[in-house]
């Protein structure tokens, strides 16, 4: 089978347990079958803002769906989570917005 040799540089001390997992693949002749499959893996692997956003809203939509049943459960008490949800959203948009291509 035709091969191609390809060499890159690594950083010794920030990279030496990358180092490390390449040299005991390297020993174990598993190097190329490991490689190939984690390059073609994180290939295919894209997180937009969106994917984030939309986690984002089922995370609010269940922690609502927990105060409501918490507020069932305890009429007396105000739960802080619709709050906290808000806020996390708030925060997370700040963060996020300067990522944004609209």
Do not use: C, Y
């Not at 005991?24 to 893996?41: M, P, W």
């Not at 927990?66 to 949800?85: F, I, N, T």
């Amino acid at each position: 089978m035709p091969s191609v040799r390809t060499s890159f540089s690594l950083d010794a001390v920030r990279d030496h347990e990358l180092i490390e997992w390449l040299v005991e693949l390297q020993a174990d002749g598993r190097a190329s079958d490991v490689i190939r499959t984690a390059l073609n893996e994180h290939r295919k692997m894209r997180v937009t803002l969106s994917d984030v956003m939309a986690e984002l809203h089922e995370i609010k939509e269940r922690l609502a769906t927990v105060s409501l049943q918490s507020s069932v459960v305890k009429v007396s008490e105000s739960a802080p989570v619709p709050a906290a949800s808000d806020e996390l959203e708030r925060r997370l948009e700040k963060t996020l917005g300067r990522f944004r291509r609209d």
